[in-house]
Every structure is written in structure tokens, then in C-alpha cells.
Nanobody
Framework: EVQLVESGGGLVQPGGSLRVSCAASGFSFDDYAMNWVRQAPGKGLEWVSSISWNGDRTYYAESMKGRFTISRDNAKNTLYLQMNSLKPEDTAVYYC?????????WGKGTLVTVSS
């Protein structure tokens, strides 16, 4: 069974930093690209970032470039998102996502709240 379990969310002040993680199991983690997607309160899903299977290629939504860093540790089957210079508009539930063919796999998400 594919499982994606996010952790590391919490309350952080504007300008602060936070790292969220996604522990993957039930599939060959190092065979797949992985994604972070977020959903702000009352809004739709927003793609944040993607990383290739071996981590050598990374992609970011424009508003996250220079502030967020996606990475992975294939030995630990774990995906990360380092978020710096956080803004109130970054407040959202952050989801780990994997696409396998036409099947989407999602974690339950971790809430990040940016507020003073």
C-alpha cells in the first residue's frame, strides 16, 4: 500500500523558516519524481515544487523561487521542502504528491500557518 505521510508543519512568524517532510512507503521511492502541492484556506490546490527521481532536477512555482527548496533522500525514502522567508500568504496545508500513470497519490497534508 502506498503511503505518504507529511510532518513538520506548524506556526511560524512572517520571515521565518520551516522544513516539512514526507515519509514514503509502499513503492520504490527512487523510481519516481515527487511533488509538493498546497491548499490555502478556502482556495484550490496550488502546485509548489517538483523534483526528479534522483534529485538532479527541481522545479518551482514562480512565487516560491528563491524561497523554497525541494530535496529528497532516497536512502530514507523521504521528501523535503525547506521554506524560508515565509509570508502570510504561504499559509496552507502542504501535501506530498506522486503521480503514477494516471493515478494520483496524496498524503493527508501538514498545516503551515504563517502569522505574527
Amino acid at each position: 500500500e502506498v503511503q505518504l505521510v507529511e510532518s513538520g508543519g506548524g506556526l511560524v512568524q512572517p520571515g521565518g523558516s520551516l522544513r516539512v517532510s514526507c515519509a514514503a512507503s509502499g513503492f520504490s521511492f527512487d523510481d519516481y519524481a515527487m511533488n509538493w502541492v498546497r491548499q490555502a484556506p478556502g482556495k484550490g490546490l496550488e502546485w509548489v515544487s517538483s523534483i526528479s527521481w534522483n534529485g538532479d532536477r527541481t522545479y518551482y512555482a514562480e512565487s516560491m523561487k528563491g524561497r523554497f527548496t525541494i530535496s529528497r533522500d532516497n536512502a530514507k525514502n523521504t521528501l523535503y521542502l525547506q521554506m524560508n522567508s515565509l509570508k502570510p500568504e504561504d499559509t496552507a496545508v502542504y501535501y506530498c504528491h506522486r503521480l503514477a500513470g494516471s493515478i494520483n497519490y496524496w498524503g493527508k497534508g501538514t498545516l503551515v500557518t504563517v502569522s505574527s
